[in-house]
Each structure stands twice: as C-alpha cells, then as structure tokens.
C-alpha cells in the first residue's frame, strides 16, 4: 500500500446537487483507484454559519453519504466518514490555532465576502474566523499529499500549506507535507438560469429531485431570451441550456441543438428534450442506488462508523507526533 494520499471534504451545508456531482464527486471517484482516498463530510464547518439554527445538519449529512455511495464511492476502497466522528480533527484544530496568526486568517477572501453576503448572521465569531485552520487540521491530521478542490478552496489550501510550513519550522520537524490542491478541469454547471448552480441562488438540480421534478425545472429553464417565440431564431451561446447540453450531450445532439436553435428549425422545448433524456441518463443510476438507501440509513452510519475507525487510528498516530513535537505528553 504505497499510494499517494488523497484528502477531501463537503461541508454538512445543503443538499447535493448536479454541480457538486459534476464538480467534485464524480472526480473523487475517479480518484479512489489510484490513491489513498479519505473523504468526510465536514459537519463542524456546517455549523461555522450555521450555530444559530443547526437543526439541517444531520439532514444534510444524511443527504451527502447517500450521494457518496450512490455517485460510485466504493467503501472497500476510499476511507468515507462524518468529521465529528473524528474528533481529533478537534484536538489538531485547537493545537494549530496557538500558531495561526490573526492576520492570516483575517485576509483569507471568503472570511470579509461571507460576512458581507450573510449579512442576517452574526459571523464574527472566534469558529467562523478560524474555519481555515480547522480545514488545515482536517488535511494535515491524515498528511494527506493531494487535495482535491475547486478554485474557489485556493486561498484556504494557500493557508493550509502555511500552517503547515509553520508549525515544522517551530517544532523543527517534518511531520507535516505540505498539502497540494489537485484542481480538475471540470466545467463549470450553470443552474436553471444561467449563473453558477448554487443552493443560494435557488436555480439548482438536487440529486434527491424525483424525476418528474427534474424533468419540469429543465422543462421551465431559461433559454436565450431573443427566442420569443417559436420561429425566432436564437444564439445557444446565450441559452443555459446549451450549456448542459455541452456537458451531458453528444457532439452530435450538440450540433443539432445549435444548428437547429440558430436556425429556428427547432423549438427550445425539442432542444430541452433531448437535454432532459441525457440527464436522465446520467442521473438514473445515481437514482437507482439513492433509492436502495435512502431508507436505510443503518447501512450508511454502518459505512460512516467504519471509516471513522479507520480515519481515527490514522488521525491518532499523527496526533502522537503532534503532542510531543509540542512538548506535551
Ligand atoms: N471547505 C470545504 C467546503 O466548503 C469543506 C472542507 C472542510 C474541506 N475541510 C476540508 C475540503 C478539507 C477539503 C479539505 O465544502
């Protein structure tokens, strides 16, 4: 067993849909053969905005193990857990907030954006502005190599690497490899309206959406606005449609929508059609497994459970180097 490490967490914060899928799971996936996958969802982050009113997290929770195994996360070959069942991670968090400097974590991007756009919450919090370092703990605990995340995650890594260098510098160690983002070229999946899918922006495609629901929110998605009506003829670039098209379509089905969407030869519901039978495509064995396990939650805490052995024997013996390279016991 000499494979590279691979770390990566979701935080406990919403329901999965198809651009976390498309984005991030489906890659995690793809990883789990040839490295030596730890995956968790972060609970502890979920309740960095959300204290006030955590009563979504074990939904949420619940909702991203079931996308795990259902996305083709195999157990047998990736370490799947819930970060509180690891409470090391807690342990390393507190250890690293003695040498994280305040500056650091106070320019960190998303600590002012966040705070600006969640303004109905009280986010100057002591865990909310050291989100960055639990996420370093997270990493680190298992000296993780590789760390499988989106561009929007950078600057949180950038952290991550600096904790890292700062705590082998204090403790003239090397404990510590510094963690290294593996950023994928993923499209971007656009929501129903046209900007980026996102819970926030209510324009999202779930995992857990029944068929029929997904068939009505594509059938109801924006398309260009010059296509007024059925003879108009429209640029696709300007559809989000299209954009799903390019992703779940052929070359073939995409050359046909955009031909016949310039040329008004077809209408934006033959186009959505075709979409909606892709998708399908894709989603149904997603669907197929979500249903097998969505009402057996035992088997999920089961899989959780025996991750989390696994991830806390990991986690314990880094931990016996961390204390000692800081003079406890
Ligand atoms: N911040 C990540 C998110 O928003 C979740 C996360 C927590 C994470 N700890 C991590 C990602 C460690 C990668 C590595 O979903």
């Known amino acids: 067993m000499n494979k590279e490490r691979v770390l990566s967490g979701m935080q406990a914060s919403g329901k999965l849909h198809l651009g976390n899928l498309v984005g991030a799971l489906k890659n995690w996936v793809s990883l789990q053969d040839k490295y030596d996958c730890f995956y968790f969802v972060a609970d502890w982050h979920a309740l960095t905005t959300g204290y006030a009113d955590p009563s979504f997290i074990k939904d949420s929770t619940a909702d991203l193990l079931v996308n795990f195994i259902a996305a083709g996360l195999d157990p047998d070959k990736a370490t799947i857990f819930i970060q509180s069942m690891v409470p090391q991670h807690a342990e390393l968090h507190l250890l690293l907030s003695m040498i994280s400097p305040l500056g650091w974590l106070e320019r960190v991007p998303s600590y002012k954006e966040k705070q600006e756009q969640l303004k109905e919450k009280d986010l100057s919090t002591y865990g909310f502005l050291g989100y960055p370092v639990l996420q370093t703990a997270d990493i680190i605990i298992y000296r993780a190599k590789h760390v499988p995340v989106g561009v929007d995650q950078m600057p949180h890594l950038e952290i991550s690497r600096e904790i890292a260098r700062r705590f082998n510098y204090l403790y003239s160690t090397d404990v510590f490899p510094e963690p290294e983002g593996l950023l994928t070229q993923f499209p971007k ?38 296509r007024k009506r059925r003879g108009d003829r429209g640029d696709p670039e300007l559809s989000p449609v299209f954009q799903l098209h390019k992703i779940f379509s052929t070359k073939e089905e995409i050359e046909f929508v955009a031909h016949g969407c310039r040329t008004a030869e ?37 899989i959780a459970e025996k991750g989390a052995e696994k991830a806390r024997h990991e986690a314990e013996e880094t931990m016996k180097l961390v204390r000692k390279n800081m003079g406890l016991i």
């Open 189 to 226: 999946v656009v929501g129903l309206d046209g900007r980026k899918m996102s819970k926030s922006y209510d324009n999202a495609i779930y995992l857990s959406d029944p068929p029929d629901v997904v068939d009505r929110k594509i059938r109801t998605m924006m398309t260009d606005p010059a």
């Open 266 to 302: 077809i209408g934006c519901i033959d186009c959505k059609k075709i979409l909606i039978k892709n998708v399908f495509e894709y989603l149904e064995p997603i669907w197929k497994k979500r249903d097998e396990l969505v009402n057996r939650p035992e088997i999920l805490f089961e």
